[in-house]
Every structure is written in C-alpha cells, then in structure tokens.
C-alpha cells in the first residue's frame, strides 16, 4: 500500500506494516482496494481523521489480557469530532525471529515491546533460560532492530506476518502465554451518520461524574442497571484537572435506537456534566444479548403512551 492518496478514500492506522493493526485494517471492507496511511501513535490516526487526511482509522481499545487501551481512551476523550463505526477483533499471537543461521540455542537477548514480553514471558523463560530482555518501541521496531548492521540483541518477538515484511528466519511460533488472547480494534471516522442496528450492536460512551459524592458511581451505574443494560468495557481514566477526579469509558450492549439504550443515556445526560456519545457500532462477535420483556422497544413504548394518555386526559382503556 501506498501513503500517497486523496484524503477521501485513505485510511490510516498505527504501522508500520506487520502490525496488528494492519491486521485489522485488512478486516474493513470498506478499506480493501483503498490507500493506506502510516502512522506513528493513536494522536496522529485521529488527527488524520479530523483534518480529513482520511476517511478512517483503526486503532487498537482493549486488550483481553491487559483491559482498555490508555492512549486510545484518552485520545477518544480529548479529540472531538469523530464516531466509532465499526468492530474488529484480531487473535494475538507472536514469533520468536532472528537473522538467518541464528539457533535458538544461540539466543542470549531478545528485544521485545513491553507488551508483547509480559505476553510472552513465561514461554521465553521456559525456552530460552537466562535471557536478557531489551524493550523495543513497537512490535515491528524489535523484529527490524534485528537487521541493523551491530543489532542489540539476538531475537524478537514480532507478530506472525512479520517475515512477509522482513527478510528473517522464525526460530518459534505460536510463543504467547495466552492462547485465547484477543485485541478489540474500531474504526473511527467523522460521519456522524449511525450504522444501522443488527441486533448484535454496541454503544460506546465517556462519562464524567458530577462530583465525588458517596454513592456517585453508584448512581450512574443504575442508569443501565434499571433498564436491563450489561456493560461490556467500564474503565476509568483520570481527567487530569485535579487529583480524584475520573471519567469513565463505557460499552454497552446495544444501539442507540434502542428504546432502553437511548432511555439510558437521556438518564446519563441529565446525570453528568459531560456525556461524550461515541457511536453504536454491529459487534464483531455477533453476539444478541437477550432482552427482558420489561426492557424490549414494546414496554418503553407502552409506558410512554400510557403517561401521554394520562396527561392528556383520556379515558383509562380497559
């Protein structure tokens, strides 16, 4: 792919090539056939977006070993103007490479990504004993660190692809400590119109709380807990204002077309001094929540027309 397009039709994502988000960026559809952008931190993807050097960006939000992404919540929280539209969830593997004519047996230093070492280190200490470990800036940085002409160490752990980008040798495959372990992408982008709902939906959202009173978390938890809303991702971040003060980045299971959903976040508005709505989004694992009877479109659409008829002063129907 090439860096050289028309800010309509290029999407950008956090490289350089190998990375798993390009993995994920090969999941978008929409992004096949399209120019592709590098960059070098999630700040620069969504300052691609906002300018209109692209269409979109992926950029990674959880982790299930490790929980939310940092940058990117904070990132979310602090650049306005762009929705979350869709959902990619990579498998996350790594390899053990070197130069070529390298045993493992020779490996005496690996150069890792922090991340990607606390992923792998109980395989590295059971396969490659006493070594040292030297962090690497990204997870393609350690694999090409590998081809300078005096490299510092005498592995990385690089991700599966890597060797389709760079001339080296795989010594190990499949070394992650955690083989279920799964990294959640999403698709950012300026549209502000919503992806249809599916059924299989989720609502992202940033909350402040008006203050730290006892009980303030409390209470915007039962915003979603008296309308039948599970919470996939609640993760905290410090505002940066002052010592104490928090926002909270919110999934919810569901869109905002839903009745209990929009309900929600009427509640989260009048609650809290900032609500940031950053989009309702299909799943990537397609999974449809069940919902009560108590809680379907039906019953939030009953109880308002009995009110409206109420307040009206129509008769009571039988």
């Known amino acids: 792919m090439t860096d050289r397009a028309t800010p309509s039709d290029t999407y950008s994502y956090l490289g350089p ?26 700040g620069e993807a969504l300052d691609d977006v906002v300018t209109g050097r692209s269409v979109g960006a992926v950029i990674a939000i959880e982790n299930s070993v490790d929980g939310g992404v940092s940058a990117t919540q904070d990132a979310l929280a602090r650049i306005p103007g762009v929705r979350i539209v869709g959902e990619y969830l990579v498998p996350v ?15 005496r230093t690996v150069n890792a990504h922090p991340v990607a070492y606390a992923q792998t280190h ?6 490659v004993r006493g070594h040292g470990h030297i962090p690497a800036s990204s997870n393609v940085a350690a694999a090409t660190a590998l081809l300078d002409e005096h490299p510092v160490a005498d592995a ?14 795989v010594l190990a495959s499949s070394i992650g400590d955690n083989a279920s372990a ?26 402040e709380l008006p203050s730290e009173h006892p009980g303030a978390l409390v209470d915007m938890l039962e915003q979603f807990a008296t309308r039948g809303i599970n919470m996939g991702l609640l993760s905290s971040r410090p505002i940066g204002d002052e010592l ?15 009745e209990r959903v929009a309900d929600a976040l009427l509640g ?12 309702s989004y299909p799943r990537a694992d397609g999974f449809r929540p069940e919902v009560s009877a108590r809680y379907s479109d039906e019953a939030f659409v009953e109880a308002r027309d009995w009110l409206r008829a109420i307040v009206s002063g129509e008769p009571d129907a039988d």
Request: proline fraction near 4%; glycine fraction near 8%; avoid cysteine.
């Open 268 to 279: 989260l508005r009048r609650f809290s001094p900032r609500v940031t709505f950053l989009g």
């Open 156 to 169: 990385a752990v690089a991700p599966p692809g890597i060797t389709d980008h760079h001339d080296l040798a």
């Open 182 to 207: 799964v990294t959640r992408f999403v698709l950012v982008s300026r549209t502000l119109a919503i992806p249809e709902r599916t059924g299989a939906d989720k609502t992202s959202v940033i909350v």
């Open 122 to 127: 109980k395989w590295l200490e059971a396969n």
């Open 93 to 107: 593997d790594f390899v053990l490479v070197a130069r070529h004519g390298t045993a493992l047996s020779d490996v």
């Open 17 to 42: 090539a190998g990375t798993f988000t390009e993995a994920a960026l090969k999941l978008v559809d929409a992004a096949a056939g399209k120019p592709w952008r590098s960059v070098n931190n999630v």
């Open 244 to 258: 104490g003060r928090y926002r909270f980045v919110i999934d919810l299971d569901g869109h905002v077309h839903d």
